[in-house]
């Protein structure tokens, strides 16, 4: 099929999608990740993060207690509502990933035919709506290493694939594991790059007794925890000589890679005055070190998930530029409040934020604004071809 | 005694020592913070952080284990080895604090008498050089309430003390604790603004196995435990609602805010998107909710230590414009590396960083630029007055 490439698209990269299939896996079980109802609520309830676990014991047996986790309602599963979504908010194509924490706690011989079963349905999704939606595929990573290439070799074979999503954990010790390096060169010879995204956050202690007490909802771990953990990941696999290891392996980073624009002097700092670790990460065959400013700029892309003109500039001079920077509304997370049933048919100011960071930091309507929007996703993930 | 107000002075107000009086208490102990000397090390260690506990441990039983922590040389406990430092980098003018952790460990019934001690010993370092030395005091946070109040008495008698250093553990439970309110009201009221800075970081274990076993000496702690943690404990404030508590309260963040100039964006949307804590911080007597731009920009001053033009233009966006950004070092942290006894007679590249990014970012020489290195904290720290 020959799509016609429209001439401004706005391509959302970061929107997240259930599939039935992964919800009932959620439904079964006991421990978090889990989804369950509760008496008091329209839809069931959604519970992911470790910070929510004391107000889902609570819930428990107290049924006027405040409800844990969000509520699972049809953005989160359901593909019409997610093409009415786009058609509200101009959006011309999505990308479309499974929500955290995607297959991380699958028995290791459950996860391949998992693997297998989420990845088709995305794929069945996509091409029902030609042009409209890609995905990233999701790696079975708790399975033997054999099983986790087969998926990505099953990954090359779905045509509307264009990278996987992928958390912290790795194979369970983090991403600067040496033994992800075969995955890592496997997904760079596919052609499909990283979308790192966050999930475990920080330990709950950090946050203190008045967020455990919930006084302050989940603003802590969402706000704080996930651009901590996605800047940690990356700056393990930084250190660890990753990035010169797989130097065709290529990184789009949630949330603008958490806080990486904003830290990476200091990180870069830090390395320079530690002579031993300088000496160590000398670069191979006699190669210079490479400092954490060049990665960024030659195997790093970020999402636009940043809320603010502030951050936004920061992230595009991070990338030395405008041109690796791609629009993204997080959705079906951060819906809109104050309105019955939480809005989510109306327009999201979580989007119109994200918007208006790109207008403000780089003119609205501007070559650099229509890039960020949509022209760097089609060119990075090659899309319409 | 008239002082000379210098034309461009260049202030530093991030610059440490260790007074004589804390080395020996230092010394003394048996649990982190510490000092200990090893045969293989000209000088003492300063072993600080709980990430340095293994190669403590792993030190003490072998004599050829890399040693831990960082020697304490001159740099840190010499009041000429300062000045000579400040001569070499141009600083007409230092405010020194006392380094991290401070008297944060000490028995509640010592930590009095040794802030008052540590106090006066900063109060005659700063007089014996008048108009090149201010100091931010130490409280005794572990001391009876009336102690930590009567300290601050103390310190509105010292005609060189302009605000406090603090850590973010305060009486134990974090800065968003409301017991910490009369002391936050007793600063407002003598004027003594707060200079915020992280010392207990993150968990170990969110820095994953390879970091444990030193393979990326303490540059994750560093580069990114210290600055979440101070990120952490201002946004807890600003939850609890602190700012709006005591509006005269000012604070000074080390390492420019930690991250909160890239994360206010994403601090302010999940708090937008959280009704129920809308609702609660709907600010006293019917007042609308500030934001956190606005608490940045009415209560909070960053200092410029961040080692980046990205980073910097940032923290200065955050802040509504450069009059809120202060020049900093970290002297004596981050000595030059690779020359024969840490090289810290010399230039340090550490400091040329700092100033290369306020040079790059407002223009060398520009009219910001010289307020970011000293005009602004002639202003806001009342100094030659």
Known sequence: MTLQIPISPVVDIHTHMYPPEYISILSSRDTIPLVRTFPSSPDPRLILLESEIPSLELALTDPTAPLPGRPLTKSFTSLPAK???MSRHNITTSVLSL????????????AGATAHEINTSFESMCASEPGRLYFFGTLPLTAPLETILASITH???LPHCRGIILGTSGLGSGLDD????????ALATSTL?????????????VYGPRSAAGEYGHVLPLALGFPMET?????????AGVFDAVPELRMILAHSG????????????????????????????????????EVLREQVYLDAVIYSEVGLKAAVEAGGGADRLMFGTDHPFFPPVGVEGGGEDGVWES??????????????GSEEARMVMGGNAVRVLRLFE
Chains 1, 2 share one sequence.
Request: proline share 9%.
């Open 178 to 185: 040496p033994s992800l390096l075969p995955i890592f060169s």
């Open 155 to 157: 990954l090359t074979t």
């Open 351 to 364: 989007v119109g934020l994200n918007v208006q960071a790109v207008d403000k930091a780089l003119g609205e």
């Open 99 to 110: 929500a955290n924490p995607w297959l991380d706690f699958l028995p290791p011989d459950e």
């Open 83 to 85: 093409l009415a979504f």
């Open 258 to 293: 958490g806080t990486l624009p904003f830290l990476a002097g200091r990180i870069e700092s830090c390395v320079l005055h530690d002579a031993a670790l300088v000496g160590k990460m000398g670069g191979k065959e006699g190669k210079r070190r490479r400092t954490v400013w």
């Open 193 to 205: 790059p990283i979308f790192l995204h966050p999930h475990y956050g920080l330990p709950n202690a």
């Open 231 to 239: 800047t940690i990941a990356v700056a393990r696999m930084f250190l």
